[in-house]
């Protein structure tokens, strides 16, 4: 399993976002869809909301992908 450092600009991130963000999705919009098709795990969980607000110390799950959120420097 690949895992990937994001450190977040601001206090939170929405969850479509940060697939885009971290290359994880090549736009929005398949973020949105791998979100909607249950793909998507934070903290271990399915989360189907696209717009989850994501804080440093989550970690966010796509196939054998794990990022890593950390807060800003």
Do not use: C, N, W, Y
Request: overall charge positive.
């Amino acid at each position: 399993m690949d895992e990937l450092d994001f450190t977040l600009r601001g206090e939170h991130i929405a969850l479509d976002a940060l697939l885009k963000a971290s290359g994880l999705a090549p736009s929005g919009g398949a973020a949105r869809a791998l979100i909607v098709e249950g793909q998507v795990l934070v903290d271990g969980q399915v989360e189907g909301r696209k717009t989850r607000k994501i804080r440093a110390g989550q970690r966010v799950v796509l196939g054998d992908v794990t990022v890593r959120v950390q807060g800003p420097a």
